[in-house]
């Protein structure tokens, strides 16, 4: 990225402006960004487990803010997160193994595919959590 | 491990590090691991977690639950540590703040992987089982 103080001479691939919109590209980008959000979540679920480590007071401390409704949210939105990128990492592996889902148009539809489960996927773990507790 | 670039080249620092393949290899190795590993834990969690702190602890003091917690954050905290790294060496081009992140994301996970490992033999050993 010009500018940017970007010190290795190595030539960079083709960036962002270049590249006409298509699903897989958001795909690609959205797993991306889902990885990074989770990255966070990641201190969030040590935090769970070490307050459940602590001790009684220190996991009901972690229950109250669990039960707060931002933390909800966030919680929805880690369930998405995981949701999207365990569909998308699914057909990466789809790629990468066996070379299967290449075809631009069958491409595409995956995308679409896993965005759309990814939502239902996260609505359905909220909804069985909630039945279920 | 056979160069591919030329011996200036190698000094300059251009061409590839020649670690790409393992890396790439170990993110998807990971991956397998998760798409197993993950959908338990999310399953098992919402149980465990039903009837609060006792429940919990009952759930995450079973062996075969603490064996595959331990899993779980051992493949999560490797595979956002490669993550990371692949976002990190693509925005960040100043060589000195992408050290300092790369050194950052590493500190970072190995405490991640302290603090977690610890709680989950302590919530076992805790329970005597």
Do not use: C
Request: charged share 10%; net charge positive; no cysteine.
């Amino acid at each position: 990225m010009a500018g940017s103080g970007w010190t290795d001479p190595r030539p960079l691939s083709p960036h962002l402006q270049v590249w006409r919109f298509h699903m897989t590209m958001l795909a690609s980008i959205i797993h991306r960004a889902t990885g990074v959000a989770m990255y966070f979540g990641a201190f969030l679920i040590t935090a769970w487990i070490v307050a459940l480590a602590s001790g009684p007071e220190a996991y009901a401390i972690a229950d109250v803010i669990i039960n707060h409704f931002l933390a909800q949210l966030v919680l929805f939105a880690w369930a998405v997160a995981v949701m999207f990128h365990l569909a998308n990492g699914i057909r990466y592996l789809f790629w990468d193994g066996p070379k299967i889902g290449f075809d631009p148009n069958i491409a595409s539809l995956i995308s679409i595919v896993n965005f759309g489960f990814s939502v239902v996927a996260a609505g359905a773990i909220y909804a069985y959590a909630v039945i279920a507790t | 491990m056979t160069r591919k670039s030329t011996p200036m080249g190698s000094v300059r620092g251009l061409g590839s590090a020649q670690a790409g393949t393992e890396h790439f290899i170990h993110q998807r190795v990971s991956a397998i691991a998760l798409a197993v590993l993950v959908p338990w834990f999310i399953f098992s969690v919402i149980h465990a977690t039903k009837a609060g702190y006792a429940s919990a602890l009952d759930w995450a003091a079973k062996p075969w639950n603490a064996i595959l917690l331990i899993l779980l954050f051992s493949a999560a905290l490797y595979h956002m540590r490669l993550g990371l790294q692949t976002v990190i060496e693509d925005y960040i081009g100043k060589s000195g703040t992408r050290q300092a992140l790369l050194i950052l994301n590493t500190f970072a996970v190995f405490a991640l992987m302290a603090a977690a490992l610890l709680s989950v033999l302590k919530i076992w050993i805790g329970s005597g089982v």
